[in-house]
């Protein structure tokens, strides 16, 4: 009986620890690139439509290659504190600079978001040119993905999981279990579309927005901690038949009652962003008529990446840092 509880709790601690839990959520990138759609001007808008549930499923597309794919992984997240206080500020706003000052390799050890989100907009934009109905819309989706990313504050820290402060586990905490049980309530919806003058000043104010949420986000889960016992503040249950420890509902509910409605600016402003970028792009690319451009039948190329996803999860477990793994 000994033997057995402690296999069961073994299972346990590892499966806790490897992360196996799901993103933004899964469900929340979903959501964001789906409400984006509807903000879209009327002759944008059809086409998007057309294709809405393109641009939902493979909203996590990106999250899904960050184990296959060489590069991916680092686009999701940039960690502030290694470039010193005020670095949203401070850094080179455009790649190229960046490169040029703090050299590609220690760049892309620290995470390249804000700059690979400018570079996709660009993709964008050219693939709106063109009129190439395949290449807009998987772009639109990643891009999606990694503007959604940025607005999650533990995407912009270097203690993505609460690993360096004892708080392991905040990571999924914050940007799944709560908007899993919450997100049903937040009011997402937003107007027409806005025009954004500088795609790289606003990526970065984002990104300022975010790393300045997280005293919030650590402070109250300490705080809680020493007044809900450790008995209290988990749960186990079982997620797609595997034996899962999360925050418990309790703890879950008072947490998100500090937060006081964090989660949902958060997710809200993903939202707001993503729509006026696909739009800004198209706007650049001088509002090209997409009635006529279809998306091609054999999508075999988008296939391959879901079919990427089952292989990869020992790469995962000693290549790819957790954080992006959420
Ligand atoms: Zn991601």
């Known amino acids: 009986m000994r033997k057995r509880v402690s296999i069961l709790s073994s299972v346990v601690f590892f499966l806790f620890f490897c992360g196996v839990t799901v993103h933004w959520g899964f469900w929340a990138h979903k959501r964001i690139n789906r409400l984006a759609v509807f903000r879209l001007p009327a002759e944008l808008q059809v086409f998007y439509k057309k294709n809405i549930d393109f641009i939902t499923e493979n909203a996590v597309n990106p999250d899904r290659r960050r184990y296959a794919v060489v590069g991916e992984a680092e686009r999701h997240f940039i960690d502030l504190e290694v470039y010193g206080d005020s670095a949203a500020y401070t850094l080179p706003v455009f790649w190229k600079e960046a490169v040029a000052k703090y050299g590609e390799d220690s760049l892309r050890r620290h995470g390249i978001a804000p700059w690979y989100i400018q570079t996709a907009a660009y993709q964008l934009t050219e693939a709106f040119k063109v009129k190439d109905a395949r290449r807009i819309l998987r772009i639109s989706a990643d891009l999606g993905h990694y503007v959604a990313d940025i607005h999650v504050p533990l995407h912009t820290t270097r203690n993505y999981n609460g690993q360096l402060t004892g708080q392991e586990g905040i ?26 003058n500088s795609i790289s000043a606003e990526v970065w104010r984002v990104v300022h927005e975010s790393h300045s949420a997280l005293d919030s986000v650590f402070q109250f889960e300490r705080k809680l901690s020493t007044t809900i016992s450790p008995e209290k503040k988990y749960s186990y249950e079982l997620r797609n038949n595997i034996l899962t420890r999360s925050y418990s509902r309790e703890f879950s ?50 296939k391959n990446e879901k079919a990427a996803e089952p292989q990869s999860w020992l790469q995962r477990l000693f290549k790819v840092r957790p954080e992006a793994d959420d």
């Not at 990571?171 to 954004?196: C, K, M, N, T």
Request: with cysteine; proline share 5%; net charge negative.
């Open 171 to 196: 990571h999924a905490f914050w940007e799944s279990r709560l908007p899993e049980l919450y997100a049903d309530h937040y009011q997402l919806w937003i107007g027409e579309p806005v025009y954004i």
């Open 253 to 302: 509910d008072a947490y998100h009652r500090l937060l006081s409605g964090q989660v949902e600016r958060r997710m809200k402003s993903s939202v707001r962003m993503v729509g006026n970028l696909w739009y800004t792009c198209w706007v650049n690319a001088g509002q090209p008529d997409l009635k006529n451009s279809e998306m091609p039948v054999d999508a075999a190329e988008d």
